[in-house]
């Protein structure tokens, strides 16, 4: 969203076959195994149609990406001008859950285009034709960092299913 200067990013990788991630370590999402080339499908379930048990693992899986540091992540606290070009670099830790929060709120936020330009009041995550892809890609991604955290290769997160729904059934201290 910031034109990132390359003292931060000074290379990338392209991945190879089904590999993905910042450093192509892991298998696109789909597939498993040592060369990422068995497919995998994984059933999201609906969540009133969800056992007590599983949903007492999703909570227990959720506090847990709350109290564990990202191993692979950081986030920005300060805009390039305010790390001084740089040479004050401003990142920090951030839990596996408030990672995906931080996502969440960047792509919803103003959007900083080269020079001083700036796009405001311009939601591109749920304005915008992008709202169905960066969507699915944002749930895939947070499902495969829940799932790298608690060994658990067979997790996805519920879904309600709002179609009939007079008010937010949802909407419980549950």
């Known amino acids: 969203r910031e034109n990132w200067p390359i003292v931060?990013?000074?290379?990338?990788?392209?991945?190879?076959?089904?590999?993905?991630?910042?450093?192509?370590?892991?298998?696109?999402?789909?597939?498993?195994?040592?060369?990422?080339?068995?497919?995998?499908?994984?059933?999201?379930?609906?969540?009133?149609?969800?056992?007590?048990?599983?949903?007492?693992?999703?909570?227990?899986?959720?506090?847990?990406?709350?109290?564990?540091?990202?191993?692979?992540?950081?986030?920005?606290?300060?805009?390039?001008?305010?790390?001084n070009n740089g040479s004050n670099p401003m990142f920090a830790d951030v839990s596996v859950y408030d990672l995906f929060v931080w996502l969440h709120y960047y792509a919803s936020r103003d959007a900083f285009l080269e020079g001083d330009l700036v796009w405001q009041d311009i939601d591109f995550a749920h304005e915008a034709p992008a709202f169905l892809p960066w969507h699915r890609f944002f749930l895939l991604h947070w499902e495969h960092e829940i799932q790298r955290l608690t060994g658990d290769e067979n997790f996805t997160i519920p879904f309600w299913d709002w179609r009939d729904a007079q008010q937010c059934d949802i909407c419980t201290d549950e």
């Open 8 to 83: 931060f990013y000074n290379r990338t990788c392209q991945c190879q076959g089904n590999f993905m991630g910042y450093n192509c370590g892991d298998c696109k999402f789909g597939f498993t195994g040592p060369n990422c080339t068995v497919r995998r499908t994984l059933i999201r379930k609906e969540i009133y149609r969800m056992t007590a048990t599983e949903k007492d693992k999703f909570i227990a899986y959720l506090n847990l990406a709350k109290r564990s540091i990202s191993t692979d992540y950081v986030i920005a606290t300060g805009t390039y001008e305010q790390m």
